[in-house]
């Protein structure tokens, strides 16, 4: 599968870059990373051109976020039994989660696709989405096509060392998130066990 | 915390394996263009196009698997012909 659709960027060009990333922006387990990694060196090797490359994979990336926040927010009616949890995360975001959606851009990017939705379900306004979205973008296109350029040689290296350094910041995220949970969750409960003694 | 774990044990065998420069250099694959390629391995594209009795030019993004079939060959045969070309390339 990723040996196909890394045949497809030297056979199609950008559009097949620009769908593989665009369908990663909604969720699709597609290797877009790599796909930019590799677009970068075909940049170098002077098999694709600098500015139109960019601008597609920018173009389609902020696309692609941007789909899936309008899913998020008409889709929202759907999700009527998750609202309060959504409602929580929306409020998070909304007010404090400009680096949430910035981060989730590159550093643990494969959160990306459910802050998105849960963005555009919880009712997050597109104002707050844009900045940081389009920030955590352009650092997303600008690393990983320099990179590409500048170690293409060196190919599935790179691609190794990147997804084993995102994982590593998504799971350790994923973990401090739990603990938080956790210890809001047993602050709760010890709360209404003194309330339940004190009356 | 398992996929914690999972990612750091993942980074400690990754870079004990990518120690080693043999691992290093990229096995051909039918999807690479010749320009890729030539850049993988350090040696002038038209340096290795010429060797390979193909215009520079004409094979811009072409990859591999494409060339071969061209040239009526098989991509396995045509690989061989191009780690041959880079190694000649390599030792002047």
Same mark, same amino acid.
């Given at each position: 599968?990723?040996?196909?659709?890394?045949?497809?960027?030297?056979?199609y060009?950008?559009?097949a870059l620009?769908?593989?990333?665009?369908?990663?922006?909604?969720?699709?387990?597609?290797? #877009?990373?790599?796909?930019?990694?590799?677009?970068?060196?075909?940049?170098?090797?002077?098999d694709l051109?600098?500015?139109?490359t960019?601008?597609?994979?920018f173009?389609s990336?902020?696309?692609?976020?941007?789909?899936?926040f309008?899913?998020?927010r008409?889709?929202?009616?759907?999700?009527?039994?998750q609202?309060?949890?959504i409602?929580?995360v929306g409020?998070?975001?909304?007010?404090r989660?400009?680096?949430?959606?910035f981060l989730?851009?590159?550093l643990?990017?494969?959160?990306g696709? #459910?802050?998105n939705?849960?963005?555009?379900?919880g009712?997050?306004?597109?104002r707050?989405?844009?900045?940081?979205?389009?920030?955590?973008?352009?650092?997303?296109?600008?690393?990983?096509?320099?990179?590409?350029?500048a170690?293409?040689? #060196?190919?599935?290296m790179?691609?190794?060392a990147l997804?084993?350094v995102?994982?590593?910041?998504?799971?350790?995220?994923?973990?401090a998130? #739990?603990?938080?949970?956790?210890?809001?969750?047993?602050a709760?409960?010890?709360?209404?066990?003194?309330f339940?003694?004190?009356? | 915390m398992?996929?914690?774990?999972?990612?750091?044990v993942?980074?400690?065998?990754q870079f004990?394996?990518?120690?080693?420069p043999?691992?290093?250099?990229?096995?051909?694959?039918?999807?690479?263009p010749l320009?890729?390629?030539?850049?993988?391995?350090?040696?002038?594209?038209?340096?290795?196009?010429?060797a390979?009795?193909l215009s520079?030019?004409?094979?811009?993004?072409?990859?591999? &698997?494409?060339?071969? &079939?061209?040239?009526?060959?098989?991509f396995?045969?045509?690989?061989?012909?191009?780690e041959?070309?880079?190694?000649?390339?390599?030792s002047?």
């Amino acid at each position: 599968m990723t040996d196909w659709l890394l045949a497809a960027l030297p056979t199609y060009g950008l559009p097949a870059l620009s769908a593989s990333i665009f369908l990663a922006c909604l969720g699709v387990p597609l290797p #877009a990373s790599m796909m930019l990694l590799l677009s970068g060196a075909f940049v170098a090797s002077g098999d694709l051109p600098f500015v139109q490359t960019v601008l597609t994979a920018f173009g389609s990336a902020v696309i692609g976020d941007n789909t899936g926040f309008l899913l998020g927010r008409h889709a929202s009616g759907f999700l009527a039994r998750q609202t309060e949890a959504i409602q929580k995360v929306g409020t998070y975001l909304q007010e404090r989660g400009a680096w949430a959606i910035f981060l989730s851009r590159w550093l643990v990017a494969p959160l990306g696709p #459910a802050i998105n939705l849960a963005a555009g379900a919880g009712a997050v306004s597109w104002r707050r989405l844009l900045a940081p979205e389009l920030a955590g973008e352009v650092i997303w296109v600008g690393l990983y096509i320099s990179l590409g350029a500048a170690f293409g040689h #060196a190919l599935t290296m790179l691609s190794d060392a990147l997804s084993t350094v995102i994982g590593l910041a998504t799971s350790l995220t994923l973990m401090a998130l #739990a603990i938080r949970l956790l210890r809001q969750h047993r602050a709760r409960n010890r709360k209404s066990v003194a309330f339940g003694q004190g009356s | 915390m398992l996929a914690t774990a999972f990612f750091t044990v993942r980074g400690v065998v990754q870079f004990i394996y990518w120690s080693d420069p043999a691992h290093r250099d990229q096995a051909l694959e039918p999807w690479m263009p010749l320009g890729f390629v030539a850049r993988s391995y350090d040696v002038e594209r038209d340096a290795l196009a010429a060797a390979l009795d193909l215009s520079p030019d004409a094979n811009r993004r072409v990859p591999l &698997e494409d060339l071969a &079939e061209n040239r009526g060959q098989e991509f396995e045969a045509f690989a061989r012909e191009v780690e041959a070309a880079i190694q000649e390339l390599r030792s002047k």
